[in-house]
């Protein structure tokens, strides 16, 4: 694969660019094709890859059939971290690299998950909105709350998955007062004064928000269910901005709508996007917003970078980034 006779395809282009970022990178690489979103459909997916040397999906899925249909494949990027959407087993025997982009947004999704739980806590965009409805105007008192407002300083934060969004929630957790516990199925030591390793079960029982930040394996999937939440601590808030499939949704919402979790800040869920029949859409005390913790201008302008230099490197000989065994 070398310069302009390289044929680029990008299925699905318009999240990681609405219009705010440049494809340049990728088009000094070779010709380039860009769909702005591709129709999950076996057939529509292989005639836009064709005959194309070097795929780039997001969340299109890339099956066994796809990469058997299209021979010309000998690059699949990833533009994000998770990569399940390609079989990658079926890559690899093709020898084709699949590699994605395991490091762009630490900070921004670590921030995003101690928004929602600052949102849980102060509810600050429902109460700007009865401001603005006119309800402290017409208050007969100088300030009201409809919620409780929770102070985080002294209680302590359970990370499930402490990789580097689990140690910078830590952090972030620790600068606002809280202790921190981490399970890691990786890790059994604690993390000098930032966080004590704790067991699952010990986690579940000493934490009184839970934020998960581990991946979807099958040990993890499902691991937040009627089980799971029965050990944990009466009113726990439980933040998930990692992937949906962690958390078995109505055994949340029936825990949310008894109390026994007080609330939930979630990111991501089970299928995107949501489902009208969703049970956390109707759960109490639930704020869903829209798999936006990685989509900050500048998380994904350092994304593209790393993918276009994903190509670069694999275009060179060097492929970096590689998620799987390549025969």
């Known amino acids: 694969m070398e ?3 390289v044929k680029i395809v990008i299925l699905d282009g318009y999240t990681e660019n609405p219009g ?6 990728f088009e000094k690489l070779g010709a380039l094709t860009v769909y702005d979103r591709t129709p999950f459909e076996e057939n529509e997916i292989i005639l836009r890859i064709g005959d194309a040397d070097a795929v780039i999906t997001n969340k299109t899925p890339i099956s066994r059939q796809a990469i058997a249909a299209c021979p010309n494949i000998h690059y699949i990027g990833v533009l994000a971290t998770g990569y399940n959407v390609v079989d990658v087993i079926a890559a690899g025997e093709r020898g084709i690299p699949v590699c994605n982009i395991p490091a762009y947004g630490t900070d921004v999704v670590a921030q995003f998950a101690i928004g929602l739980l600052l949102e849980i806590c102060s509810r600050i965009g429902h109460h700007s909105a009865a401001v603005a409805e006119g309800r402290w105007a ?11 407002l929770i102070e ?9 998955g402490y990789g580097r969004i689990g140690r910078a929630v830590g952090r ?12 890691d199925e990786n890790i059994s030591d604690s993390d000098g004064k930032a966080a004590t390793y704790a067991t699952f079960e010990e986690l ?11 991946p979807l394996f099958p040990s993890t999937q499902g691991m937040i269910n009627k089980d799971s939440i029965a050990r944990m601590k009466d009113g726990v808030i439980i933040i998930n901005n990692s992937r949906g499939q962690l958390i078995v949704e109505q055994d949340l919402a029936d825990a949310l709508n008894t109390g026994k979790v007080y609330a939930a800040g979630i990111d991501v869920v089970s299928s995107e996007p949501i ?3 969703n049970p956390l859409l109707s759960a109490k005390n639930c704020i869903i917003t829209p798999h936006i913790s990685w989509a900050a201008k500048e998380s994904r302008s350092r994304l593209m970078d790393l993918a276009v ?3 670069r490197a694999f275009m060179a000989g060097t492929p970096q980034n590689v998620v799987n065994r390549v025969n």
Request: proline share 3%.
């Open 275 to 277: 489902k009208d029949d």
């Open 152 to 160: 985080l300083a002294g209680k302590t934060m359970g990370i499930i």
């Open 172 to 183: 972030i957790a620790n600068a606002l007062g809280m202790a921190v516990v981490m399970y």
């Open 138 to 148: 017409r208050n007969p008192d100088f300030c009201f709350w409809d919620y409780p």
């Open 309 to 311: 230099d994903n190509l």
């Open 3 to 5: 310069g302009s006779a």
């Open 204 to 214: 579940l029982m000493k934490s009184d928000v839970i934020s998960l930040h581990c």
């Open 20 to 25: 705010d970022l440049s494809w340049d990178g």
